[in-house]
């Protein structure tokens, strides 16, 4: 709680007021989280102060809030783009990122706990501190300015992707929130990039890209491999399972569950957690995504039937923790597509289920595994 305090007066985050009669002061807490590396080992213990936004009132204290974020399809394509060119690629974590938001309202805001302060006055606002509405628009209006000084653009496909094209060379950056992937064969404009970042924001230089949003990168002489080994490792010891038995596939052949399968579970919440981990891990792993797909259809009302399907998943999970997505560097820039579709699949409502997959030479890049809105009338139509 002490250095994140310091980390606001330092950066000039509230001036304290008196509060004006026709404004209200929205709340705050504190919110702890222990940070850890890819192995599992504890990186540090992190203590950040949130405002309360459900206090906020439209058109008073906030107006615009949508900030781009980088796609995960776009982190996969930067991947297959810097093995297939054979570009070294970096990380960088810009500190307290938020915090650089420049905020064009007036927000007040009740000081925090363990604050020093005098009893009658109020925090009024300079920067976009965690919680606010306006928070992420703010930070990403702030870098995107800062970038743009050294001739870089947002492309029109995913705004957080900034790209610079030079006699000297291309340099890509992905931005996701303070985390960023820098890739390019400009190594000098990259040196360059750096230099500026850190005379703007408070900077972390990571090196080598490793660990990014919960996704283990390596690297060979055949390119790059994305994997979530920690993340499975985390969601097994979650469900109990570390222990488990191994199956060999994701789900039942010729499964067909229905809303009316078994009994209703006693703890929904466990289900819809698991679930959601599954939905994440399908980030790495398109091999459960048609599995992960057949089990979120019954988050509402999961039965038993419908868990025994999750603990299936889990337990093809524990035999291949390091399944995952290679980028091979011996591929050619092509992008090609396959889609299909059974006929009415699904026993419920007799609807069909299509999937379709996207490749960058070799490297698949995206896919999905979903159910249509119609009912198909033959297997032409579906």
Same mark, same amino acid.
């Given at each position: 709680?002490?250095? $994140?305090?310091?980390?606001? $007066?330092?950066?000039?985050?509230? *001036?304290?007021v &008196?509060?004006?009669?026709?404004?209200?002061?929205?709340? #705050?807490?504190?919110?702890?989280?222990?940070?850890?590396?890819?192995? =599992?080992?504890?990186?540090?213990?992190?203590?950040?102060?949130?405002?309360? &936004?459900f206090?906020?009132?439209?058109?008073?204290?906030?107006?615009?809030t949508?900030?781009?974020?980088?796609?995960?399809?776009?982190?996969?394509?930067?991947?297959?783009?810097?093995?297939?060119?054979?570009?070294?690629?970096?990380?960088?974590d810009?500190?307290?990122?938020?915090?650089? =938001?420049?905020? +064009?309202?007036?927000?007040? !805001?009740?000081?925090?706990? %363990?604050?020093?302060?005098?009893?009658?006055?109020? #925090?009024k606002?300079?920067?976009?501190?965690?919680?606010?509405?306006?928070?992420s628009?703010?930070?990403?209006?702030?870098?995107?300015s800062?970038?743009?000084?050294?001739?870089?653009?947002? @492309?029109p496909?995913?705004?957080?992707?900034?790209?610079?094209?030079?006699?000297?060379?291309?340099?890509?950056?992905?931005?996701?929130?303070?985390?960023?992937?820098?890739?390019? &064969?400009?190594?000098?404009?990259?040196?360059?990039?750096?230099?500026?970042?850190?005379?703007?924001?408070?900077?972390?230089?990571?090196?080598?890209?490793?660990?990014?949003?919960?996704? $283990?990168?390596?690297?060979? @002489?055949?390119?790059?491999?994305?994997?979530?080994?920690?993340?499975?490792? *985390?969601?097994?010891?979650?469900?109990?399972?570390?222990?488990?038995?191994?199956? @060999?596939?994701?789900?039942?052949?010729?499964?067909?569950?229905?809303?009316?399968?078994?009994?209703?579970?006693?703890?929904?919440t466990l289900?819809?957690?698991?679930?959601?981990?599954?939905v994440?891990?399908? +980030?790495?792993?398109?091999?459960?995504?048609?599995?992960?797909?057949?089990?979120?259809?019954? !988050?509402?009302?999961?039965?038993?039937?419908?868990?025994?399907?999750?603990?299936?998943?889990?337990?093809?999970?524990? %035999?291949?923790?390091?399944?995952g997505?290679h980028?091979? #560097?011996?591929s050619?820039?092509d992008?090609?597509?396959? @889609?299909?579709?059974?006929?009415?699949?699904?026993?419920?409502d007799?609807?069909s289920?299509? =999937?379709? #997959?996207?490749f960058?030479?070799?490297?698949?890049?995206?896919?999905k595994?979903?159910?249509?809105?119609?009912?198909?009338?033959?297997?032409?139509?579906?």
């Open positions: 709680m002490n250095d $994140e305090l310091q980390a606001l $007066e330092q950066m000039h985050t509230w *001036d304290l &008196d509060l004006p009669p026709e404004k209200s002061a929205v709340g #705050c807490k504190w919110v702890y989280k222990i940070k850890t590396h890819s192995d =599992g080992t504890i990186e540090r213990y992190k203590a950040r102060l949130v405002a309360k &936004d206090a906020q009132e439209h058109g008073i204290d906030y107006e615009e949508f900030a781009p974020a980088a796609r995960l399809t776009s982190v996969r394509s930067l991947l297959a783009v810097a093995a297939i060119r054979r570009w070294q690629l970096f990380q960088m810009v500190k307290n990122a938020f915090l650089n =938001g420049d905020l +064009v309202e007036d927000v007040y !805001m009740k000081p925090p706990l %363990g604050y020093d302060h005098p009893t009658d006055k109020v #925090c606002l300079r920067r976009a501190l965690y919680g606010l509405k306006q928070t628009r703010a930070w990403f209006s702030k870098f995107s800062t970038i743009s000084q050294l001739g870089f653009t947002s @492309s496909y995913d705004l957080a992707l900034f790209r610079r094209v030079s006699d000297s060379g291309t340099i890509l950056l992905l931005l996701y929130v303070g985390d960023m992937i820098i890739t390019g &064969d400009d190594l000098d404009g990259i040196t360059v990039l750096k230099r500026h970042l850190h005379q703007y924001f408070e900077m972390k230089d990571l090196g080598f890209l490793s660990y990014f949003l919960g996704l $283990e990168v390596s690297s060979n @002489s055949n390119g790059y491999f994305l994997t979530q080994a920690k993340y499975i490792s *985390d969601l097994l010891a979650r469900a109990g399972l570390t222990d488990g038995t191994i199956i @060999s596939t994701a789900i039942e052949t010729n499964a067909r569950l229905t809303p009316h399968d078994g009994s209703p579970v006693f703890d929904p289900y819809r957690q698991l679930v959601g981990s599954l994440y891990l399908t +980030v790495t792993r398109p091999d459960i995504a048609y599995a992960v797909h057949v089990v979120s259809q019954f !988050m509402a009302a999961p039965r038993t039937t419908h868990f025994v399907a999750v603990l299936r998943i889990l337990r093809y999970l524990k %035999g291949t923790p390091f399944h997505l980028f091979s #560097c011996h050619i820039l992008l090609h597509a396959y @889609s299909d579709a059974d006929w009415s699949g699904d026993p419920t007799r609807h289920i299509i =999937g379709f #997959c996207f960058l030479g070799t490297s698949l890049i995206s896919w595994s979903k159910k249509q809105t119609i009912t198909s009338r033959s297997s032409t139509e579906a």
